[in-house]
């Protein structure tokens, strides 16, 4: 069927071949045509040489998620050619290098075979092992350009900008895509029915990854303090943020750093980092992976029960243990919720996209602050590791951090007595002073038994008192965190809810439901505590498919738990192989859930 | 308990330091360790240390993790904010709160359980930093909370009060420091006051990590015959090889030291640490001198003690990164947060 602006596109190669610049130049063009795309990289946990992929959907329509469908093949990667074929949907076309021969045993009629002499007509225009193979990447977009009718300039101004100090690089790559391009020209025709054309769907958009914007955030939000170990999928994030505060953070005066990044010996230390610093003043944070968590739990009780802001980035990848570290999947809900012993639990916030990572890395700083606590921005590898096209980030010129409950040195001078845990004002958050303010501001900060004044006890009563007021403060809290965003009609008796990267599948498998005459109302949960209107949103539905990507249900569970919803209501749908959700997925499910609903 | 506070009386004529604050002004709540418990010793000494010095007491930070040693800090200075963290972890902490803000004085006191097993990690990394804080080991050789367990500073054939004697080798936080390039290394006797006092003061002013292990023995577990780490032990095999003076700027360094074994060694404020070599073939600045000597005389059986090694070039932590000088904690926001302007132009990277 022939098409405009609706094609997937996925580039199998091998890890470590260069392929990454030439598929984000790809994904550019075709965005830089106003065309909506959806960008998914799928790696192996490995330096070089495992087999890697790219896939780009381009989606006039605008969906967030990845499609289930192949309709063009680059198969570069021998290793992986006869599985590539085979995911090739019908009346697609697979293109491969036909510098070499392919197994014609694994022919299939209803695929198009594209061969182009990459590897051949790189080795003879260019010098030397890496250029030649880096080209061969280049050249199949070249050949994509033509079949697909990417505008050659744009490509053109693309790698203008990314070679500018470069300018001999900008010769050989074009050399490289007029290679593909012109041989797709002469022995193919081209365009393919299915194509691009230039469209206005992406005015105020950028395509950006996850970890890059939570560490621009992080930047705006004042951050000086980041502390962290080394974790796929997280790395990203504190490399951004590093980048940034090379640019920005350099005092003007003194040509001396205004930030601190220190790389902890293990995540046990990067959270006492963290912890160290705000408890001195500073915005800290750390970014980690759900390994991570799991270490860094004893120090998340500590930081609940002395009540002490930090900012902690999950990026979730697939568990248990190990698990598959370049796999995406939202398992650790449960764990942060209520990590670390005893009675604890803590508040997370859950962005569906990059430009929710930047939007919520601010609001993180000042819900820590606000409430004394931990919060856990929880996203993904999905989120943090993808390109995601997005509305471009606006903040408030007037934007000032929410310091919370800080008493300077005046007000301490003052006060008669500070107490550091007293509830003076009854939403169970008490007053903090900094080290260093006023003498009068002392207190000792200890993971110990503690009354309302801040002194040691063992006393039943006392200790019961301080536990109580915690959760006064919980409700607060809940009163703070990010609504849920919903849509809702009074006519549906069923909706979705889901969490983080579900939303760009669940919304697109909603737009389909419709289309079959299954209208479905939609909450997207933003943040736990869970706000009031979640609960109100369950109540009014007969039936509620809970959408998230673990085994367990984890979502269910804290749903039930917390907003003490009804559980024959909830109906999991439950996606955890490690991809990103798709539509499909979320159709079929609840198609079948209903159809065992009517048979019943 | 500690949660008593003592009744505020002070003598009239009480020393004054120039911050018009008597020693009764650098105390803390009433210790609750047993009596005759190396640790108060320590704690007392500490107390005169950041007494002499004229530390605001609000500048001072005490940090900690778990055992009886991380208790002491509700004792001493109640007017300091202090972090009892978690096990093992005080390390961590305290370069976090370092990392906010440089301005404080950072007092960590730990034990040998605390920092040489389940905090041996962060102890490790805290001096590969060269974090800027005095790091005190109240060194036992055993858990006492826990009830007369070995700690991994116990010595080969020490004896418990029950059970079998150590056979496993000891681990030294002061060759452990000195391997890894600590830049202020010193022993002392909770017993012995006026080494230790210096030894502190020496230590809160040095810019860097400087560590100073106390032998404080556990009156209640650790005391008996055939223990190494005893009051009775350490006395008889306590070896000074130097004993250190603590000048401050404003003051000349009299000529009290024998020529051939007095050597100040200036610390950044200007201050001096006068050490005076019992030994003097020994050089505290030359790491392979230091180690060589630290074990024979471990192979003797002997306690080394004094300043036993001291290097005042190495930058800390923030100098080692090009770190302002004002808190971070303290750095304008506006300065922080490049502007909505700015916002807009990084975004057009991502077109």
């Known amino acids: 069927m022939a098409t405009v602006n609706d094609v997937v596109i996925k580039i199998a190669t091998v890890n470590g071949t260069g392929s990454a610049s030439a598929n984000s130049l790809l994904m550019k063009s075709i965005f830089q045509m106003g065309i909506p795309v959806v960008g998914k990289n799928y790696f192996p946990s490995n330096i070089q040489g495992l087999p890697t992929w790219y896939e780009i959907r381009v989606t006039g329509d605008g969906y967030q998620s990845r499609s289930g469908r192949v309709d063009v093949m680059v198969a570069m990667n021998a290793q992986t050619y006869a599985r590539d074929l085979a995911e090739v949907s019908p009346g697609g076309w697979l293109i491969y290098d036909s510098t070499w021969p392919r197994n014609k045993l694994l022919n299939r009629d209803d695929v198009t075979v594209l061969g182009i002499p990459l590897s051949r007509m790189c080795n003879e225009h260019f010098k030397g092992a890496r250029a030649r193979i880096l080209m061969k990447n280049i050249a199949y977009v070249g050949a994509l350009a033509a079949l697909l009718d990417i505008d050659l300039e744009t490509i053109t101004g693309l790698i203008e900008r990314a070679f500018a100090d470069k300018q001999q690089l900008i010769g050989s790559n074009m050399e490289a895509i007029r290679l593909g391009f012109d041989y797709a020209n002469e022995n193919f025709v081209c365009p393919l029915p299915k194509k691009v054309a230039a469209m206005d769907g992406t005015k105020g958009h950028i395509v950006i990854d996850g970890n890059t914007a939570a560490g621009l955030g992080c930047m705006y939000a004042g951050a000086t303090v980041g502390a ?71 120090f998340l009780g500590f930081a609940y029960y002395a009540e002490l802001p930090a900012v902690v980035f999950n990026v979730q990848r697939v568990g248990p243990s190990t698990g598959m570290p370049t796999r995406t999947q939202q398992a650790d809900i449960l764990s942060c919720a209520y990590a670390s012993h005893g009675d604890t639990k803590h508040v997370l916030l859950f962005p569906a996209d990059p430009s929710e990572c930047f939007h919520m890395a601010l609001a993180s700083f000042d819900l820590a602050e606000g409430l004394q606590t931990p919060v856990m921005v929880l996203s993904d590898l999905d989120i943090g590791m993808n390109d995601w096209m997005v509305p471009e980030f606006e903040i408030d010129e007037s934007y000032v951090p929410d310091r919370g409950k800080v008493l300077s040195a005046e007000e301490l001078e003052d006060m008669e007595q500070f107490y550091r845990y007293l509830d003076v004002d009854g939403d169970g958050i008490p007053y903090r002073t900094l080290p260093g303010t006023h003498p009068k501001g002392s207190y000792f900060t200890r993971g110990s038994g503690h009354t309302r004044y801040g002194a040691y006890t063992e006393d039943s009563a006392q200790y019961q008192d301080v536990l109580d007021r915690l959760l006064v403060k919980w409700e607060t809290a809940r009163t703070m965190v990010p609504q849920a965003e919903i849509q809702y009609s009074k006519f549906n008796k069923a909706a979705i809810l889901t969490v ?101 | 308990m500690s949660y008593i506070a003592k009744p505020e009386v002070a003598h009239p004529n009480m020393p004054r330091n120039k911050l018009g604050l008597t020693a009764r002004d650098y105390e803390g709540t009433v210790s609750t360790l047993c009596a005759g418990c190396g640790h108060d010793s320590v704690t007392t000494a500490i107390i005169q240390a950041v007494f002499q010095l004229n530390i605001e007491p609000h500048m001072l930070a005490k940090m900690s993790g778990i055992g009886c040693s991380s208790k002491t800090p509700a004792y001493f200075v109640s007017q300091s904010h202090g972090f009892n963290a978690v096990h093992g972890r005080m390390p961590s902490v305290t370069t976090g709160a370092n990392a906010a803000n440089r301005t404080l004085t950072y007092i960590g006191v730990s034990g040998d359980g605390d920092s040489l097993s389940i905090g041996a990690g962060q102890f490790v990394h805290a001096i590969r930093r060269n974090l800027n804080m005095c790091y005190i080991i109240e060194n036992n050789g055993v858990y006492g909370l826990t009830k007369g367990q070995f700690s991994a500073s116990a010595d080969i054939g020490s004896k418990p009060k029950k059970g079998l004697p150590n056979q496993q080798e000891p681990i030294d936080p002061v060759s452990t420091a000195l391997s890894l390039g600590a830049t202020y290394i010193a022993r002392s006797f909770s017993g012995d006051k006026e080494q230790l006092i210096p030894l502190i003061q020496g230590a809160l002013l040095h810019d860097g990590f400087a560590l100073v292990d106390v032998i404080s023995p556990c009156v209640t577990f650790n005391d008996h015959e055939g223990s190494t780490k005893s009051y009775a032990h350490t006395r008889q095999f306590y070896h000074h090889v130097v004993d250190a003076d603590y000048v401050p700027p404003a003051e000349e360094i009299k000529a009290a030291y024998n020529d051939g074994s007095a050597m100040p060694i200036e610390l950044h404020d200007g201050s001096k640490i006068v050490l005076r070599k019992v030994d003097k073939n020994y050089d505290p600045t030359s790491r392979a001198v230091s180690f060589k000597f630290l074990r024979d005389h471990f192979n003797a059986g002997e306690i080394t003690t004094g300043l036993l090694y001291i290097d005042e070039s190495r930058k800390e932590m923030h100098g080692l990164m090009g770190n302002i000088d004002t808190p971070l904690s303290e750095y304008p926001l506006d300065k922080l947060h490049p502007g909505r302007k700015e916002l807009k132009k990084i975004l057009n990277r991502y077109r």
């Open chain 1, 228 to 298: 962290w170990y080394p974790i796929t999928p997280s790395t990203s994030l504190m490399d951004a943020f590093r980048s940034f505060c090379s640019q920005y953070r350099v005092d003007p005066d003194t040509g001396k750093r205004t930030y601190c990044i220190i790389q902890a010996e293990d995540e046990l230390a990067a959270i006492g980092m963290v912890l160290g610093a705000s408890w001195n003043g500073a915005r800290s944070f750390t970014p980690t992976s759900g390994p991570g968590i799991s270490l860094m739990s004893e």
């Open chain 1, 500 to 600: 983080g990267s579900g939303d760009g599948a669940c919304r697109e498998a909603i737009d389909r439901l419709a289309e079959q005459n299954v209208p479905l109302n939609y909450c997207r949960v933003r943040a736990f505590p869970f706000s009031d209107e979640i609960k109100e949103f369950i109540d009014k539905h007969e039936v509620v498919y809970v959408v998230e990507q673990n085994r367990d249900a984890q979502l269910r569970t804290l749903l039930i738990l917390d907003c003490e919803s009804e559980p024959s209501k909830l109906v999991s749908l439950l996606h955890y192989n490690g991809m990103p959700l798709n539509a499909d997925f979320v159709v079929e499910n609840v198609l079948e859930e209903r159809s065992k609903g009517q048979a019943a």
